[in-house]
DNA sequence: GTAAATGCAAATTGTTTGCTTACTG
DNA sequence: CAGTAAGCAAACAATTTGCATTTAC
């Protein structure tokens, strides 16, 4: 149960979170790998997987484990919702309305922790007939 | 696009749905398949996830793809949200309340076909210092 | 008889882990 | 210099796929 143990400020966890926060398209681990990867040429798949699991236990990112697709991160760490798109998987943010409900606290015996919300579709590249 | 294709009532696709409709369990694909395999000790994991998937395109299951976890599969078709035990892994049904919400027509450029909420917390059994 | 479905095994995909070496604090 | 973290490869878990054979319609 040691969440808080000491950590070291690696160049590599470093990259990892720049490059991370610098973009608004929650990339996979694989896709921030490549990209790391062009600072960092040594860096391993695995250490980038280790480094957004403690980095996501600290706080400084956002697991996006959406419903039957690989796991993408976010930098922004405000709380928001996200669409996914079906056909190419793309993530985006929604800003917009609709705030996340708030839980219960108990519900079918359950200690209620929190809920998770998340919109699919068809996004504006994959929408057929459609010019935009 | 071909999505109505001739299907066949093998024992197989018969049993399964039949084990599922049995249960509130929310079984995995695995757990499905030794509780078939009492019936039919000759069929394959394979033969399994083929026909959870055609029952899934013929709408008589439902597939609960849950964030950062096992798919689960849940043969009550009726519209209904569901809360996942973050210790166990358990799913159980929450027919109360809390309707799911109505996503808007269009978001951020997204058609939006969707969307999904889940909640999380502990279960009963996982409960610690409470007795049930 | 023909196409769909099975059983089996091997392949894929995403992610984690073991181990030795390197490097931060 | 203590112990965290890196790099690399192998292990893993869940799921999918190829193929030869069987079976429902």
């Known amino acids: 149960m040691d969440t ?3 950590r ?3 160049p590599q966890r470093r990259v990892i979170l720049e490059e991370l926060q610098g973009l608004t398209s929650h990339p996979t681990a694989a896709e921030l790998f490549s990209l790391v990867r062009q600072k960092l040429p040594r860096i391993s798949l695995g250490t980038v997987y280790r480094n957004l699991e403690v980095l996501h236990q600290d706080g400084q990112l956002i697991k996006l484990e959406l419903a039957g697709a690989e796991t993408r991160f976010d930098g922004n760490t405000t709380p928001h919702l996200h669409i996914r798109c079906t056909a190419c998987g ?3 943010d929604v800003m917009s309305a609709t705030p996340p409900p708030e839980p219960p606290i108990e519900l079918e015996g359950f200690e ?11 996004c504006p590249d994959c929408r057929p007939s459609v010019r935009h």
């Open 4 to 6: 808080t143990r000491q």
């Open 8 to 10: 070291r400020n690696t």
């Open 90 to 92: 793309a993530v985006r």
């Open 112 to 122: 209620v922790h929190g809920c998770r919300t998340e919109f699919f579709g068809i």
